[in-house]
């Protein structure tokens, strides 16, 4: 009974924080999946974006939290690979596509 409590306090929040466009601390937290203390911290370090119109209460801005979550994006190995290939032709100055069989062929020889 308590999981069912648990999860309807969740599909409420999700329905709230979907109808807003700016959140508090405590939905912004879940938005992003971290901890309360977590987003206090980033806060503190000024490490995300956040506004206190009136010096007290924080409020964070939902689409500049995607903004932020979409940083430090890794790059998927056929993204380093194609860099690679990409820093190899322009030291040779050669303009090539590049493509995954391109690549093997040129690591087979």
């Not at 306090?9 to 879940?30: P, R, V």
């Not at 901890?35 to 974006?49: G, Y």
Request: proline share 3%; hydrophobic share 40%; aromatic share 10%.
């Amino acid at each position: 009974m308590e999981d069912l409590l648990e999860r309807l306090d969740q599909i409420k929040m999700f329905t709230l924080i979907g109808s807003k466009n700016m959140l508090t601390h405590e939905e912004a937290a879940f938005y992003l999946g971290i901890s309360s203390t977590h987003l206090t911290k980033l806060k503190s370090n000024r490490k995300i974006p956040y506004y206190q119109p009136q010096g007290k209460i924080c409020y964070f801005d939902k689409s500049e939290l995607d903004e932020w979550m979409r940083q430090g994006k890794v790059k998927t190995l056929m993204e380093v690979e194609n860099d690679a290939l990409a820093h190899i032709a322009n030291k040779g100055k050669l303009p090539i596509t590049l493509t995954r069989d391109l690549f093997c062929l040129v690591y087979i020889i």
